[in-house]
């Protein structure tokens, strides 16, 4: 499955924006999808992430309650809305595919098979 990340931007803090992950082949509708950023000098972190059906969504502590998972597997596309953010969340931004999705693990990147090119998301003061 090919992915394609999209929606960056720059935007003042407590601004929001809205992230696009679209996914071309593949079996799309049958798994996680995972948001990883990696600001600069620091390693890819996890974001959050959406079970297959997109009835269940999980978040790290540090965006809760800010940011929110779709997915719409009929367009092939998972979302993440970014609201309230900080210059903290300044960082790429990288959605991943995960066809063996686990809660316990879902927070490690090598686990996700796929991943789309990077968006960029810059929150100035």
């Known amino acids: 499955v090919q992915l394609q990340a999209s929606g960056g931007g720059l935007v003042q803090a407590g601004g929001s924006l809205r992230l696009s992950c679209k996914a071309s082949?593949?079996?799309?509708?049958?798994?996680?999808i995972g948001w990883f950023r990696q600001a600069p000098g620091k390693e890819r972190e996890f974001v959050g992430a959406?079970?297959?059906?997109?009835?269940?969504?999980w978040f790290a502590d540090s965006v809760k309650g800010r940011f929110s998972i779709s997915r719409d597997n009929a367009e092939n596309m998972v979302q993440l809305q970014m609201n309230n953010l900080k210059t903290e969340d300044t960082a790429v931004y990288y959605c991943?595919?995960?066809?063996?999705?686990?809660?316990?693990?879902?927070?490690?990147?090598?686990?996700?098979?796929?991943w789309g090119k990077g968006t960029l998301v810059t929150v100035s003061s």
């Open positions: 959406i079970n297959w059906s997109g009835v269940n969504t």
């Open positions: 082949g593949g079996a799309f509708s049958t798994y996680a």
């Open positions: 991943g595919a995960n066809p063996k999705f686990s809660v316990a693990t879902m927070s490690e990147s090598f686990r996700y098979d796929w």
